[in-house]
T-cell receptor, first 113, second 116 residues
Framework: AQSVSQHNHHVILSEAASLELGCNYSYGGTVNLFWYVQYPGQHLQLLLK??????LVKGIKGFEAEFIKSKFSFNLRKPSVQWSDTAEYFCAVNALTNNDMRFGAGTRLTVKP | DGGITQSPKYLFRKEGQNVTLSCEQN?????MYWYRQDPGQGLRLIYY???????QKGDIAEGYSVSREKKESFPLTVTSAQKNPTAFYLC???????????????FGPGTRLTVL
């Protein structure tokens, strides 16, 4: 089964700084890739997803992620973070040959105003 | 207003008691899931169900049981056999597991279970 690694457990940035959160997975076949966000006290919600096609995907709130197949990575980026981006971010991978979704351990982002 | 509802939001139980967490969806999704979220461990899959009257164990099914008698409902029972039940439990659904493009999961608000 596939596994997912998120290398940063807690990231602290000042407003307007650029963000990159790492996500690597281990699986040799075709995958669907997702980034979810959990704002304090709110539901887990989808930021963006990759199924096929252009490896650079754009999501809500100015986030984007790039799928690099050769590196088994799907890093999340945002050029300029805001205080309201403070949340926990989860990378998830679904292998097309099985039915379960694997989540990373999550990265907590704190943006200082 | 479509979505997933979980009740209650907070639940307390005494050690040795079984407790059932509710999950209902009105999205007409075929697949439903239960996850457990612990700090620093992300989401771990407990059970999932692709269709009514069918469900599969996830990575940490021991001490848990589920049923799927109706498409919109997927209750989770935390039994007294679960050694460390205090956690945040999330229910999710997706349109259809057969279609790769339909596997995006939608989540409920969660239930925080505390065993006293």
């Amino acid at each position: 089964a596939q596994s997912v690694s998120q290398h940063n457990h807690h990231v602290i940035l000042s407003e307007a700084a650029s963000l990159e959160l790492g996500c690597n997975y281990s699986y040799g076949g075709t995958v669907n890739l997702f980034w979810y966000v959990q704002y304090p006290g709110q539901h887990l919600q989808l930021l963006l997803k990759y199924f096929s096609g252009d490896p650079l995907v754009k999501g809500i709130k100015g986030f984007e992620a790039e799928f690099i197949k050769s590196k088994f990575s799907f890093n999340l980026r945002k050029p300029s973070v805001q205080w309201s981006d403070t949340a926990e971010y989860f990378c998830a991978v679904n292998a097309l040959t099985n039915n379960d979704m694997r989540f990373g351990a999550g990265t907590r982002l704190t943006v200082k105003p | 207003d479509g979505g997933i509802t979980q009740s209650p939001k907070y639940l307390f139980r005494k050690e040795g008691q079984n407790v059932t967490l509710s999950c209902e969806q009105n999205l007409n999704h075929d697949a439903m899931y239960w996850y457990r979220q612990d700090p620093g461990q992300g989401l771990r899959l407990i059970y999932y169900s692709q269709i009514v009257n069918d469900f599969q164990k996830g990575d940490i099914a021991e001490g848990y049981s589920v049923s799927r008698e109706k498409k919109e409902s997927f209750p989770l029972t935390v039994t007294s056999a679960q050694k460390n039940p205090t956690a945040f439990y999330l229910c999710a659904s997706s349109i259809d597991l057969a279609l790769a493009s339909a596997r995006e999961q939608f989540f409920g608000p969660g239930t925080r279970l505390t065993v006293l």
